[in-house]
């Protein structure tokens, strides 16, 4: 009997771009098993559904169709890939629906499932000359973590909640240990070769720390947290936090939150940079890291955001709740540690589909590092009662195992996680633009209907290291067009100029805010440069925060720099003379 799997395809509003691709690739959601080319039509099919809203963003021109059907080559990903998250979570797609088929019909799909496990190796495998490119190479050497037995007494707590070897009736995995790595500090060691489509780990439910368990406490404490349930999980979540830390090893989740870090304690850190990240550097150590790059105002807000809340909380609490709220533990600073350490190590996860999704904290997996190449990309849905952390390619025993946090920003990075990657394709800056200012009602409402016809706004737009995004030319044209050429222009704007002169204005204007933005950021290096020769900075963050700064601005500068390269050479195509600024930045 035929036996077929199906490729879920998203429906939200890029359905229809999917659906373009898939006909013009000559492609299927359906593939029959039986087909020799069944692994790589399934995973064609994958790059197509796994395609993300960023992703379209920042597509180009041409196309995806030869990237989409292109066979993977072992050493080529970045040559090969839409993108490392696309390529990365494909494959995690593919193994998912043939490890799932092959449970159901192990004769149908045993054939194609090794056929897609060497597909997903070779898409994934890294460079020649990497540590781990091929077989014969040794990867990185996994050393004990060095946190004082911290994650290890996590591992040893979640097996005597649940067993560690995988049966049929415990739902905790474990194939992944403790160890420290150089460059990315601790992290996490397969213990055996995990083969691609395996778990690495796998954690029940209830070992998975959400606001849940705050809220459902017995006692004043849980009293607590239901009255003030409506100002949101991070917030309860931090102030559990601060309890939990407080209790030590009365603590029943001492283990978990013990492997959290927390600068004021002994406890391991798996952060590059200890855990700290913009929100708690003193704000002299922030204009002069940060200064002249969009970051700033970002963390400036946030920490502000935090000294609000917590102000608005304490002391009140603690004077009308001292049992509860004990004004010694609920400090500013631990209120801000509480935050950073729930954003850094939580993870979203959804119980099922429709429920909404939730935060946790989850023991073991909080281990493993953020890559670009990650291993496990698909985690966020719970499966049989369990966090699943599947390795879209194999793993050697001793190599470090890594997660994806997400196709993020050095920038989102730097902000939520403390750190930041060299050569981060996700870089971007972004940009905000507005309706030109002075023009009368009806010229403003064309300009709005222009862009509400092209599915076109304001905000957000960003740039990147490559093409500019055809939405922010787009948006450029509709907004420097003159207004007769924009009533009776019937193209698309995104690819078809509205009129010669408003091509020139659109070019001219950009190339007024990204002049602008490179202004900005010089004028921060200066400071940046000082701070970083005498020391100041890095004797307020540390050594760590100080790189991850370095690599955030490296990474702006390069960024704006290309765009800018860009938006000259359209200025120069299209005639234009010297740069205006439109939109919030100006030139000085």
């Not at 995104?494 to 004028?523: F, H, K, N, W, Y």
Request: with cysteine.
């Amino acid at each position: 009997m035929e036996y077929n799997v199906e490729v879920p395809m998203p429906h939200d509003e890029h359905a229809g771009l999917r659906a373009d691709l898939m006909r013009s690739c000559g492609l299927s959601a359906t593939v029959p098993l039986s087909s020799p080319d069944a692994a790589m039509r399934l995973l064609a099919a994958a790059r197509v559904a796994s395609i993300d809203a960023r992703e379209v963003y920042f597509s180009p021109a041409s196309g995806w169709g030869a990237k989409v059907i292109a066979p993977p080559v072992a050493g080529r990903r970045s040559a090969v890939a839409l993108s490392p998250r696309n390529e990365t979570a494909a494959c995690a797609l593919v193994l998912e629906l043939l490890t799932d088929a092959h449970r159901r019909a192990p004769g149908a799909a045993a054939a194609t499932l090794e056929a897609a496990r060497a597909l997903c190796d070779a898409a994934l495998a890294p460079p020649p000359g990497t540590a781990d490119a091929d077989g014969d190479a040794r990867p990185p050497q996994a050393a004990p973590p060095g946190d004082g037995g911290v994650a290890d007494a996590t591992v040893a707590w979640l097996r005597a909640h649940g067993g560690g070897a995988p049966t049929a009736s415990s739902k905790t995995s474990i194939s992944v240990a403790p160890a420290r790595f150089p460059g990315t500090g601790r992290g996490a060691a397969a213990t055996t070769h995990i083969p691609a489509g395996d778990i690495a780990a796998a954690i029940p439910v209830e070992r998975l720390f959400t606001v849940r368990h705050a809220l459902e406490m017995p006692g004043p404490r849980g009293d607590a947290y239901r009255m003030f349930a409506a100002l949101g999980e991070d917030t309860i979540a931090a102030l559990w936090l601060i309890a939990e830390r407080a209790l030590g090893e009365a603590s029943p989740w001492h283990a978990v939150i013990a492997s959290l870090p927390w600068p004021e304690g002994g406890e391991g850190s798996a952060s590059p940079c200890g855990g700290c990240t913009p929100v708690s550097w003193p704000r002299e150590a922030c204009d002069a890291l940060l200064g002249g790059t969009p970051l700033l105002a970002d963390a400036i807000a946030a920490s502000e955001k935090l000294a609000r809340q917590h102000a608005a909380l304490f002391p009140a609490l603690s004077e009308h709740m001292a049992d509860v709220f004990p004004a010694s533990a609920y400090t500013l600073d631990n209120f801000r540690r509480a935050h950073e350490a729930w954003n850094s190590y939580g993870m979203t996860v959804q119980a099922s589909p429709g429920e909404p999704a939730a935060t946790c904290l989850p023991p073991v997996a909080m281990l493993c590092n953020h890559a670009l190449w990650p291993h496990v990309v698909r985690y966020s849905r719970l499966r049989d009662g369990t966090l699943r952390l599947p390795v879209a390619r194999s793993v050697h025993a001793g190599e470090e195992v890594f997660v994806s946090y997400g196709a993020k920003s050095n920038a989102e990075l730097l902000l939520f996680y403390g750190f930041a990657l060299p050569g981060n394709p996700y870089d971007d800056v972004p940009l905000s633009l507005e309706l030109p200012g002075g023009e009368v009602a009806d010229v403003t409402k064309a300009r709005e209907a222009a862009l509400a016809r092209a599915g076109l706004t304001l905000s957000p737009h960003a740039v990147r290291a490559g093409p500019l995004p055809l939405p922010l030319v787009g948006a450029l044209r509709v907004l420097t067009a003159d207004v007769a050429a924009l009533q009776t222009f019937t193209g698309n704007p995104t690819t078809d100029p509205i009129s010669s002169e408003g091509e020139t204005a659109a070019a001219r204007a950009l190339c007024g805010v990204l002049g602008a933005m490179v202004e900005q950021l010089e004028g921060g290096d200066a400071q940046f440069h000082i701070a970083l020769r005498s020391g100041t900075a890095e004797r307020a963050v540390g050594a760590g925060a100080m790189e991850a700064a370095k690599t955030y601005r490296d990474g702006v500068a390069a960024t704006l720099d290309a765009a800018l390269g860009e938006a000259r050479r359209w200025r120069a195509a299209v005639g234009a003379g010297p740069d205006p600024a439109l939109g919030k930045r100006t030139r000085d």
